[in-house]
């Protein structure tokens, strides 16, 4: 088969990097796009996934249409040319390529109706919608659901070995305690609405942890220079690693909020949000392994860290809540190549 695979971010790159490994060792041929944002052609490199850069991630609302549509046109000239058998992706550009052009697209989505009527409706124009089996049905016949999240097609430990020279990396004796934190920038087109974390929270928050470990800050956008000595020292690829060791994670990254949770690191995550992001629900509500808060929620946020900090036994808790989640999903990543093989 020819597949084409769109990246649009750097989640993205960890999302797809285990399935186009298997899919390129079966013998298909994957074709694999990009968008410039943040680290993601770094990212790229460093797994040494081949890719053609297709556009550079804008940052204000127009300046996304505009990216949106450009990304979009590029995308259907591929199409035209490499004439793929199906096209896989996470993004609305590939969505909307693969219907001017009449392609099978094949997307995976774990938010639904959660994060507005537009990405919704965009997204039941694909033509199969894999969806974690927490958002139930909201696409009808179009929707398979499949036990996991997304963070599982790179984190479940069939795809992840945690590397113990991390603690050397970031400059720690192992077993130090420390900290990680992720500030988003939320300029993506769907975080119009958004609002996560306040400056000044962001400065409470890195005093609290401050006081009983090393705290190590990932951020998207400018960097505040009092924050430099916190800035992660290490490639987007290591970052998966380091949150596994972390005692804690918080930050408004729903994604990495996440993936620190999948991996047994306590997660805490702010943002406000209209509905609910149904996989972060689940991690909290059923396996215990996330705490999430609305941003006027300070003190109760610092308080819950604050209490998790003073907690005996904390990884080995976790690490026990992890296994129970493990054991009742699946590995996502041979869960698609499953499905793209039955689509050919």
């Known amino acids: 088969m020819k597949i084409l695979i769109e990246i649009a971010q750097q989640t993205n790159v960890h999302f797809f990097k285990n399935i186009i490994k298997i899919l390129a060792d079966k013998g298909h041929e994957v074709c694999v796009l990009a968008r410039d944002r943040e680290s993601t052609l770094d990212l790229l490199r460093e797994y040494s996934i081949p890719y053609q850069s297709i556009s550079r991630a804008a940052n204000k609302r127009f300046g996304l249409l505009y990216e949106l549509i450009v990304r979009t046109l590029r995308i259907c000239a ?7 058998d199906l096209i896989f992706g996470r993004s609305y550009s590939s969505i909307l390529a693969a219907r001017l052009m009449r392609r099978p697209i094949l997307i995976d989505d774990d938010d639904g109706r959660a994060v507005g009527w537009l990405n919704y409706r965009i997204k039941c124009l694909a033509d199969i919608i894999c969806t974690p089996d927490v958002l139930r049905k909201q696409y009808g016949h179009k929707q398979k659901l499949y036990s996991g999240y997304k963070e599982l097609a790179y984190l479940h430990p069939n795809n992840f070995k945690p590397d113990g020279n991390i603690w050397q990396d970031l400059g720690l004796e192992e077993g130090e305690r420390y900290f990680i934190l992720r500030f988003t920038s939320l300029q993506a087109f769907h975080d119009v609405h958004r609002k996560g974390m306040s400056r000044k929270f962001k400065s409470r928050l890195i005093d609290l942890l401050s006081e009983k470990g090393r705290v190590f800050i990932s951020s998207e956008g400018e960097f505040p220079e009092e924050w430099k000595k916190y800035q992660l020292p290490l490639t987007p690829g ?12 918080a930050g408004d990254s729903g994604t990495m909020a996440s993936e620190a949770a999948v991996l047994g690191t306590p997660s805490i995550f702010m943002l406000t949000l209209e509905g609910s992001l149904f996989g972060i629900k689940e ?15 300070e ?3 610092l308080k819950e860290i604050n209490s998790l900090m003073n907690m005996e036994n904390l990884k080995e808790t976790w690490a026990a809540k992890r296994a129970k989640m493990i054991e009742e999903k699946i590995d996502v990543a041979e869960y698609y190549v499953r499905i793209i093989e039955a689509m050919g």
């Open 78 to 84: 591929i199409i035209r040319r490499f004439q793929p």
């Open 238 to 249: 290591r970052i998966h690693s380091a949150l596994y060791y972390a005692d804690i994670y």
């Open 283 to 297: 991690l909290e509500e059923k396996y215990g392994l996330l705490f999430g808060f609305q941003h006027d929620q």
């Open 299 to 301: 003190d109760e946020c």
